[in-house]
């Protein structure tokens, strides 16, 4: 038999399931959610509502995760595996010639080839690729146990054949964080390492709900969960670009460059580009190639935007490896023989492991396909997501590292979307700081800050701010340009005002968590308002010429409506009689469902709204597949996709 294995993405390392600290972790929680849960309801018991945020301008209220509404809709789901197999070859880094080296295992090929002859010969052939934007296999090259990986390798593909080159033994694939020596007194003045450990669609309900021991482990010493954080618009570009620009895309668009033009992205000023000024190394990672964040809808960077960029290696894997999908999931699941979100563990961990103890580094590593097309997805990832923190724990990296475990938003279509707490769901991500030992000693009032604002307000331009002051952490830059779209929000290492306004954290309306509202019946009033944000959206495909391609809409039911209760004089000024509603409606076309925030008078049918604003809460990829911009593609009913809707209204 001959073998022969071809490359082309990732150094897949033996995973350490680390079994035993995760049956620890899990009797830990199973033990101490009797006493958690004891607490809760004595406190529950104690007043009708619990908080998050309890001021005079924010009562963000706390949603008990197992209620009745949430039970009839989650169906738990178990976590698969992508490969039984064990690796045929393997790889790690060398610390003497800093380098990574490949190795066969000889037991592994005998057992999967044991029904041939054992007259093999060992040929491994590998497909190198290092270019930027798309993956370019280089030439093949034989090698044997003990091959040491170039330097100008970012990944490879391995395939492994019989002599006969008939049948395949084992395909994989590997990404290679290479090695670069640190600048000359990198350590002289000690700044704070950054990670950003962030997954797509994750509620801080959800969280508590669908993974309890990732949620436990997050309670460990040092992490500070930022209870108070409010999303400042719908989807994951809108909410992650502020984080790393300081700028809404609007005004980005406004100030800076159409982001939707090729060349524009690079012109941004992201906050690696500050890092990268200031002395660090940077990575930026995804798990998902069509929609990610910069290029879905967008052109993406044409010029590589940080030190390690995985996407040519993500290119090169969802081409080159078999694609494996959970059963109701659009997103690949695995890729070749492992699970997609792995290889974003993979090249975080590696960046880490080369990096982290000899210099300051910061990246951004970001998984899409866990929890985006499906909820209770996080059900079935909740062992490998603690997984990888207890690999960090492991690694020490936890020693030198300020690491943000974040979401972008909630679930914001599916069933979810049908509980009473749909609109907090939405707009309620997970926002957790760790801050390492060291930096809790040198810096105590910063973290006493971070602790004080665990249930305070706070937004996504006051985590730019934290960027930028771990930066400048020891304050020698007097001219720090904080966020551009909120004068009012600050360094989450500073206190927060305890009175906040949804408003002074630049959060519109249409996202703010902290008001309370309460539901009306259905009359006139509530028809004619729903009527004229229907109006609004057809006006609004109009203004951008789209007729020709989306169909109009007609009101079909209303589902909820819900009007704003006046807790201040905050209204004292608008005068008339608006009042702020939400309504929750759905129209004839494909039964496409809405929910919309408006400034309604019902006396006078005076009526504000900002269409872009509005959310589309059921799925609509496949119904606005005729245009391209995002924002569009919530309200457009293509009319090639038009069916005929029989079935009886949706009621929520």
Known sequence: MMMKIKTF??????????????????????????????????????????FYVNSSKCQMVYVEPFNAEFTKVYTPKNFTRCSNQNDLVTGHFDSILKQYVLHVDEQVLHKLSQSESNDFIYKVSLSFYTAFMLSRLGNKTKFTHGYVVPLNVEGMLVECRSADEKRILQEDAFSFVQYQKPPPNSEIDRKASVI???ID?????????????????????????????????????????????????????????????????????????????????????????IINTFNYVKPGFLSRPTD???????????KKTNKHYYPGCKMAYCLGRRLANSYIFDYCRQFMQRFVADRPIW?????????????????????????????????????????????DHGSRFGPLMRTKESFLEARQPIMFIYSPPWFREKYPQYVEALAQNQNRLSSNFDVYNTL????????????????????QCQSLFYPLPESRSCSEAAIPEAYCTCHNYEEVQEDHGTW????????????????????????????RVINITEVRMLESDEYVGLGKGLRHYHTKFQVHQNLAEFFATVLYDRRTEELHINVELINRINIYRA????????????????????????????IQ
């Not at 993405?9 to 049956?23: A, E, G, N, Q």
């Open 196 to 198: 950003m450990y962030g």
């Open 623 to 650: 119904d606005a597949e005729c245009v391209d911009d995002g924002t569009q593609k919530l309200f457009c009913i293509c009319l090639s996709k038009l069916r005929n809707n029989e079935s009886t209204p949706t």
């Open 468 to 487: 930028k002051h771990i930066i400048n952490i020891e304050g020698l830059v007097e001219d720090t340009k904080w966020a551009y779209d909120c004068p």
């Open 201 to 289: 669609t994750v509620s801080r309900t959800n969280l508590r709900r669908l993974m309890p021991m990732v949620f436990e482990f997050l309670k460990s010493p040092g992490w500070y969960e930022m209870m108070g954080y409010n999303k400042v618009a719908d989807n994951s570009y809108p909410n992650i670009f502020p984080i790393l620009t300081g700028y809404s895309p609007s005004s980005a668009e406004n100030q800076i460059c159409d982001t939707s033009q090729p060349g524009c992205l690079d012109e941004i000023p992201f906050i690696w580009k500050e890092m990268k000024k200031n002395g660090y190394l940077t990575a930026y990672a995804e798990d998902t190639l």
């Open 9 to 50: 993405t990732s150094v897949s390392y033996k995973k350490c399931i680390l079994c035993t600290f995760i049956l620890f972790l899990s009797i830990v929680w199973y033990i101490t959610s009797f006493v958690v849960n004891d607490e809760l309801t004595i406190k529950f018991n104690e007043s009708e509502k619990r």
């Open 363 to 407: 990246g951004m590593f970001w998984s899409n396909h866990i929890s985006h097309d499906d909820f209770s997805m996080l059900s079935a990832m909740q062992h490998k997501i603690v997984g990888d923190l207890l690999n960090f724990e492991k690694d020490g990296s936890f020693e030198h590292t300020i690491m943000i475990f974040f979401s």
């Open 308 to 318: 390690y960029y995985f996407r040519p290696v993500l290119d090169a894997l969802e």
């Open 528 to 555: 004619r308002m729903a009527e004229l944000v229907v109006d609004r959206i057809n006006q609004y495909l109009q203004y951008n010429n789209l007729q020709n391609l989306c169909s109009s809409l007609t009101l």
